[in-house]
Structure formats: C-alpha cells, structure tokens
C-alpha cells in the first residue's frame, strides 16, 4: 500500500457518521475560485435571427480559397498536426519582415490555440506565483484570467475619460514585484490606440526585465497615422513581445490562432510551456491559406474600416461624443443604463456587448446592421 504524508482524507471519512465532518473535497485554488467566469458574446438562438455584433467577429465568411483549404486539410485529421507549425511559422515571419519593416526570422514566431492561448503560455513563463501583472483597465477581459491562471497579481490601471490607456500611470504603477505589462492597442473595449510618442517614453521607464506586452488584435483596422509600429517597437526593445491573431482582420476566429513574435531565447521557453499540438491542422492550413490570400481579406478589412467610419459618423451626427474607434468595435459608456440599453438593442436584433455597470461595446458588421444599430443608438439618445 502506497502511503505518502499523512492519510488524513482517510481518518477523516465517516460514511454515516451523525457528527462525521464532511467529505474532503479537491481544493480549487483561492485566485481561481475568486475568477469572474469568461462571458462570451451572446449567441443568437437557435431560430431566431439578428445581427451579431458582440465578438468583435469579422462578418465575412472564409474566402472561397480558404474554405478549399479548410476542406482539403480536413482529410488529413487521423493524423496529428505539425507539433511547431513550422510553415505557417516561416510565412508570418516571411509576412511580417515585408509588412513590418523590421527582419523576423521563424525562431520570432510562437503560434498558438488563439493569442489568448499564446499570452496564457507568455505569462505562464515569466510570472512566479505572487509577481505583479499591470495592465489597463477597462481592458480585454482575458487579461485578469491568464494573469491568475498562471499565479500571478492583476494590476489594474484606469484607462482615462476618452478611453485611452493612461501609460504614465501604468510606468508608475511598476514596483519590484512587477513582472509585465500588458499594453493593448487598440484597445478592447474602449477603442484607442497608443501612439508612438507616449509607447517610447513609457517604455523608457520600465526596467529591462519588465516583459511589455503588445498586443495588437486589431492593428489591421487601424487609420490612426500615429499609432505606435508594433514591429519596430519590437526590434529596438529586447523586452517587448508583440501578439497577433488570424481571429479579427482575417476571419479566422472559430479555427484559433494566434501568435507571439519574441526574442529568440523568450520564444523558445514559450514553445517549451505551449500545450503540445495546440495549433490544430486544419487551423494551420487555414492560416497558411490566408496569408496567400491577404490582399483580399485586407480589402475586406477596407470595406469594414468604411463601415466603421460610415458608423462612427452617424453615430456622432446623433450627438455621441464616443472614444476614438480603431479597432473593428465602438465603445459606449453608458454606466447604470448599460442593462438596459443592451436588452432594447437584443429586442431590436442587433446583439451587443454589454459590460454590466459600465458600457456597451457594438462591433462593425454587416452594413444592414449598421443602419439597424443606428436607429437603435438614436433610441438610446432620446431615451437619456
Ligand atoms: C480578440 C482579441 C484577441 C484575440 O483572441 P484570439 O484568442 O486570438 O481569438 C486578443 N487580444 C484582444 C485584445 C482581443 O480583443
């Protein structure tokens, strides 16, 4: 018989027992525990029908070259995927050494089950339990989660009035403890992005071996002309990771991919610490698929640029004063009627994120949701 410690789980079960204490239980850990659930956007029932506009999903379908992918990867699923992805590794390296300016070779690129995943196993690898994780807040709401998943402390910093990350806060808010720094431009769910100038002098201020996060969800959808260049951002700081994903611009968002572009030495512990096979064939493909295709998904990320810009204009003809929308979503903040406004949109049939207490974030879609979410907005004004 095997014994290891004490047999107290044992001493302590008392089948029937009328004093007996209760039955050990598996401990959840306290951080876990305490974790707000994920709230993800609403569903459209099954049935009905209205225009989804909580995810922040590209309302596209796979472009007919991608689905062909898709269909011809789904033969080979017996076998496992490429554990390293290695071609769909050299092709964003290859993509963002054109795109980006600045060289990035394969051992710069982690892919990864979505960057959700690829910031889990970031902070998995540099956060010991107890080191500090600042970030903005409001912010995207995975951010707390991996930030206790992996043992670490949430940091939150206010974003200010207009929705925009307060960077010298967050500069100020670094202590001993702190081991990274999430910067998210644009931001989710207020919209801005952070601009070169304010990115240089924050990172000025934080210690070498502070890891600064950049992630870059939506950096497709942005028109801001100062906005801080992730790559080059990169290449002149060893302490800077950027995350993109194949979920928002290119469609991508039900196959899960996502990837960190890191020093080689950072990128190797992170490939060490993913879940194995997490990439999956068909996403592989997909991705691969799409880098082949950019011109035309980035086309698309034109037409919804056009109809963000078509949204926000309507939406300020009505007397909005909304933050500054760079990412494929606008931010209301609504504060106490959030609730409310978000249910009068459900009825309507536009399904919209609410954040309870605080805001509404509306994502661009197709254009008959944009003139249907209109007419809603100028509900919510006269109704103020
Ligand atoms: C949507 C989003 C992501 C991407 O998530 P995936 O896991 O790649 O689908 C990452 N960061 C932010 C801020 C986002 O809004």
């Keep these: 018989m095997i014994r290891r410690g004490s047999d107290r789980g044992a001493r302590e079960w008392h089948p029937g027992g009328v004093t007996a204490p209760r039955a050990p239980r598996v401990p959840v850990r306290d951080s876990i525990q305490a974790l707000p659930a994920y709230v993800p956007g609403a569903r459209i029932p099954v049935g009905a029908s209205a225009y989804k506009l909580s995810s922040n999903e590209n309302p596209y379908p796979p472009l007919p070259s991608v689905l062909a992918a898709i269909a011809d990867a789904a033969a080979d699923v017996n076998r496992y995927p490429d554990m390293f992805a290695t071609e769909l590794v050299e092709r964003i390296a290859q993509h963002l050494t054109v795109t980006g300016g600045v060289p990035v070779g394969p051992e710069n690129v982690v892919v990864g089950n979505g960057s959700v995943a690829v910031l889990q196993h970031v902070l998995d690898t540099v956060v010991e339990p107890g080191d500090e994780v600042v970030m903005p807040w409001r912010s995207f709401e995975a951010y707390p989660i991996t930030v206790a998943v992996a043992g670490g402390v949430s940091v939150q910093v206010p974003v200010t009035a207009d929705g925009r990350l307060d960077l010298p806060a967050m500069a100020a808010a670094i202590t001993e403890r702190t081991r990274v720094v ?11 992005v952070v601009h070169q100038g304010e990115l240089d002098a924050f990172l000025a201020q934080v210690p070498g071996d502070v890891l600064v996060v950049l992630d870059e969800a939506y950096v497709e959808f942005v028109r801001d002309p100062d906005v801080a260049d ?22 991508l968002a039900g196959l899960r991919v996502g990837f960190a572009v890191a020093r080689p030495r950072l990128a190797s512990a ?12 068909v996403a592989q493909r997909a991705a691969i698929a799409s880098l082949g295709a950019v011109d035309e998904l980035l086309e698309r990320v034109e037409a919804l640029v056009a109809e963000r810009t078509r949204l926000v204009e309507g939406l300020r003809d009505q007397g909005w004063d909304l933050p500054d929308a760079q990412g494929n979503f606008v931010w209301f903040d609504l504060g106490e009627r959030t609730a409310a406004r978000a249910a009068e949109s459900t ?32 509900g919510w004004r006269t109704a103020r």
């Design 347 to 378: 009825e309507a049939g536009v399904l919209v994120r609410p954040f309870a207490g605080e805001g509404v974030r509306v994502s661009v879609g197709e254009r008959e949701a944009t003139d249907l979410f209109l007419r809603v907005a100028a």
């Design 270 to 281: 992170l490939r060490s610490a993913s879940t194995p096979f997490g990439v999956n064939h």
């Design 230 to 251: 992730g790559p080059a951002t990169f290449a002149a700081h060893r302490n800077v990771v950027l995350l993109r994903t194949f979920s928002k611009a290119y469609g």
């Design 182 to 192: 999430l910067v998210c431009s644009p931001n989710n769910p207020t919209g801005p």
